[in-house]
């Protein structure tokens, strides 16, 4: 049989597993935040902008901003209603209800003029997630949350090395947050960062992150609120040191691998992958095909034909109204529809030319036999 042909995994190489060993034998007292101040810095700078906190998860950092923010109880959130559950869970932790709207059926993100339909008296905050590397129209939101008085949320858990019209994803709104999960373009295993050019804000959320206890405080183990825990460890942040010095090279190799599956798909107007266009280039972090309702090809097809083919299938997020803690809608067509006929492509860093051809192939094939 064919080598099973994973769909993710991280490109870990010397530079991480010595900066992580170092960590752990030497990053302890006085030098316990040295590799996680290094780590954000570099992030910082890499995305341009003026505050990073390193946290244990992308979902902590939009837990906190959240809860800066001062989103509570009787408050709403809009946001797509495909994404995964990790956005719309902090905001129920925080008491708020989640306002899930359609998405548009090319960049499969927020469709901005749904999202002003949506607003209403209780509306605290918009979450503009960049699906799978793909990008909101951040012009539109960004006008409609200013026009409001609505504070936009870059989730852009996928969207390192995505650029919206010279902008780094996660750069533009409100605040930004980061996932560094082992299947990310860059990984510390578990992990994700806040950023903002909020100054205030950035005090409150690394208040926070610390327990509630406030920078200035000179009380020894005095909490000025009642605040988290989620922060990333040294070790953690080692291994993201040496991925940020290979960003660069990363970002490159997820552009490539989604480029030739686009040299396979690009010219067929039965299926679409993740779009961009003269404005934008995306990260690409987890390519995607999106077949042709004509076609008849369903996301069962393809997983089966992928497993029959060792191939890992993983399937385009549910809508997060069809769980059964969420109120069921059947408006939001787009958000239902397109995962029915749509899955992910593998793209981890070391994916051979060999392996995306057998990828692409038994797409084709099961095209062929529709």
Same mark, same amino acid.
């Given at each position: 049989?064919?080598?099973?042909?994973?769909?993710?995994?991280?490109?870990?190489?010397?530079?991480?597993?010595?900066?992580?060993?170092?960590?752990?034998?030497?990053?302890?007292?006085?030098?316990?935040?040295?590799?996680?101040?290094?780590?954000?810095?570099?992030?910082?700078?890499?995305?341009?902008?003026?505050? /990073? +906190?390193?946290?244990?998860?992308?979902? $902590?950092? !939009?837990?906190?901003?959240?809860?800066? @923010?001062? #989103? &509570?109880?009787?408050?709403?959130?809009?946001?797509?209603?495909?994404?995964?559950?990790?956005?719309?869970?902090?905001?129920?932790?925080?008491?708020?209800?989640?306002?899930?709207?359609?998405?548009?059926?090319?960049?499969?993100?927020?469709?901005?003029?749904?999202?002003?339909?949506?607003?209403?008296?209780?509306?605290? /905050? +918009?979450?503009?997630?960049?699906?799978? $590397?793909? !990008?909101?129209?951040?012009?539109?939101? @960004?006008? #409609? &949350?200013?026009?409001?008085?609505?504070?936009?949320?870059?989730?852009?858990?996928?969207?390192?090395?995505?650029?919206?019209?010279?902008?780094?994803?996660?750069?533009?709104?409100?605040?930004?947050?980061?996932?560094?999960?082992?299947?990310?373009?860059?990984?510390?295993?578990?992990?994700?960062?806040?950023?903002?050019?909020?100054?205030?804000?950035?005090?409150?959320?690394?208040? !926070?992150?610390?327990?509630?206890?406030?920078?200035?405080?000179?009380?020894?183990?005095?909490?000025?609120?009642?605040?988290?825990?989620?922060?990333?460890?040294?070790?953690?942040?080692?291994?993201?040191?040496?991925?940020?010095?290979?960003?660069?090279?990363?970002?490159?190799?997820?552009?490539?691998?989604?480029?030739?599956?686009?040299?396979?798909?690009?010219?067929?107007?039965?299926?679409?992958?993740?779009?961009?266009?003269?404005?934008?280039?995306?990260?690409?972090?987890?390519?995607?095909?999106?077949?042709?309702?004509?076609?008849?090809?369903?996301?069962?097809?393809?997983?089966?034909?992928?497993?029959?083919?060792?191939?890992?299938?993983?399937?385009?997020?549910?809508?997060?109204?069809?769980?059964?803690?969420?109120?069921?809608?059947?408006?939001?067509?787009?958000?239902?529809?397109?995962?029915?006929?749509?899955?992910?492509?593998?793209?981890?860093?070391?994916?051979?030319?060999?392996?995306?051809?057998?990828?692409?192939?038994?797409?084709?094939?099961?095209?062929?036999?529709?």
């Amino acid at each position: 049989m064919n080598n099973r042909i994973h769909y993710t995994k991280p490109s870990i190489t010397e530079l991480e597993v010595r900066y992580a060993t170092d960590a752990a034998a030497n990053g302890w007292g006085e030098k316990c935040y040295d590799y996680i101040h290094r780590f954000e810095n570099a992030f910082k700078a890499h995305l341009d902008v003026e505050y /990073a +906190i390193a946290t244990s998860s992308c979902t $902590g950092a !939009l837990h906190m901003g959240m809860a800066a @923010l001062g #989103i &509570g109880a009787g408050d709403e959130v809009i946001l797509a209603d495909t994404n995964w559950i990790a956005t719309a869970a902090p905001i129920v932790h925080l008491g708020a209800t989640p306002v899930f709207v359609d998405i548009l059926s090319d960049t499969w993100c927020l469709d901005p003029e749904l999202v002003e339909a949506a607003i209403t008296p209780r509306t605290k /905050a +918009i979450i503009a997630v960049h699906i799978y $590397g793909n !990008l909101c129209d951040m012009d539109r939101l @960004l006008e #409609i &949350g200013e026009r409001h008085g609505i504070p936009v949320i870059e989730d852009a858990a996928e969207a390192i090395g995505s650029v919206y019209k010279g902008k780094r994803a996660g750069s533009m709104g409100k605040f930004g947050a980061f996932s560094f999960h082992g299947t990310k373009t860059i990984t510390t295993g578990e992990g994700g960062i806040f950023v903002t050019n909020d100054a205030e804000l950035h005090e409150r959320v690394l208040t !926070l992150s610390n327990h509630g206890r406030a920078r200035g405080q000179t009380k020894q183990f005095w909490p000025d609120q009642i605040g988290f825990k989620y922060k990333m460890s040294n070790i953690q942040a080692a291994i993201g040191c040496g991925q940020m010095e290979r960003i660069e090279e990363l970002i490159l190799r997820k552009r490539e691998i989604f480029k030739y599956y686009l040299s396979y798909f690009s010219k067929n107007g039965n299926v679409k992958l993740n779009f961009e266009d003269g404005e934008t280039c995306i990260g690409a972090w987890m390519p995607s095909i999106v077949f042709d309702e004509n076609l008849n090809i369903t996301r069962e097809d393809l997983k089966r034909k992928f497993e029959e083919e060792n191939i890992d299938g993983r399937v385009f997020f549910w809508p997060l109204t069809s769980l059964p803690f969420f109120a069921t809608t059947s408006q939001n067509y787009n958000s239902h529809n397109i995962p029915k006929r749509a899955i992910n492509l593998p793209s981890y860093h070391d994916i051979t030319k060999s392996d995306q051809d057998r990828v692409a192939n038994a797409i084709l094939d099961l095209m062929e036999k529709a």
